[in-house]
T-cell receptor
Framework: SAVISQKPSRDICQRGTSLTIQCQVD?????MFWYRQQPGQSLTLIAT?????????ESGFVIDKFPISRPNLTFSTLTVSNMSPEDSSIYLC????????FGPGTRLLVL | GENVEQHPSTLSVQEGDSAVIKCTYS??????FPWYKQELGKRPQLIID?????GEKKDQRIAVTLNKTAKHFSLHITETQPEDSAVYFC???????????FGAGTRLTVKP
């Protein structure tokens, strides 16, 4: 299995500001993913983070709003930019090694 | 792209009964089908998975079946216990490094 940590675990932010979420995996993985989960909803893929190349974004998500970094095979960051209350959600980092594992999530509230 | 549908959205059973959750997928190239359990406020945890070269897999009280022709797969939980209460998500992917698509989730409640 893979051990994935995220920080912060939760945050309350003002609209118009940005928050960067960090994700650390305990061993090297090729692919990392970022998901968003609204309360009571399923997991929606935001983007796939590839080491050494640009992230691949899903329909409805753009790089200017959710820039992603993947500087090495164990680490990635997701930034939620120019936040609005609609960005309030849980953001989950995920990594695949044979199977897919999830971080504990970052609970974001935008006021 | 892949589309995964999951039913039912909620399921309530008595302790000791069986629970069945069903999913269908659209992309015939999908070959990996995991199931996740998510308790309130926690991360999704993998409970069982199946690959397209097998039709059924069991792990104690949990089993998953796959029908590739019909493009559907199911989770079976026998002898349910209150601690099985959670939201269960099915998912499908085309193996390797492709992304994974999730069903909408099933909220299972096991009544003591």
């Amino acid at each position: 299995s893979a051990v994935i940590s995220q920080k912060p675990s939760r945050d309350i932010c003002q609209r118009g500001t940005s928050l960067t979420i960090q994700c650390q995996v305990d061993s090297q993985v090729t692919m990392m993913f970022w998901y968003r989960q609204q309360p009571g909803q399923s997991l929606t893929l935001i983007a796939t983070a590839n080491q050494g190349s640009e992230a691949t974004y899903e329909s409805g998500f753009v790089i200017d709003k959710f820039p992603i970094s993947r500087p090495n095979l164990t680490f990635s960051t997701l930034t939620v930019s120019n936040m609005s209350p609609e960005d309030s959600s849980i953001y989950l980092c995920s990594a695949r090694r044979e199977t897919q594992y999830f971080g504990p999530g970052t609970r974001l509230l935008v006021l | 792209g892949e589309n995964v549908e999951q039913h039912p959205s909620t399921l309530s059973v008595q302790e000791g009964d069986s629970a069945v959750i069903k999913c269908t997928y659209s992309d015939s190239a999908s070959n990996y089908f995991p199931w996740y359990k998510q308790e309130l406020g926690k991360r999704p945890q993998l409970i069982i998975d199946i690959r397209s070269n097998v039709g059924e897999k069991k792990d104690q009280r949990i089993a998953v079946t796959l029908n590739k022709t019909a493009k559907h797969f199911s989770l079976h939980i026998t002898e349910t216990q209150p601690e099985d209460s959670a939201v269960y998500f099915c998912a499908a992917s085309i193996g390797g490094n492709n992304d994974m698509r999730f069903g909408a989730g099933t909220r299972l409640t096991v009544k003591p």
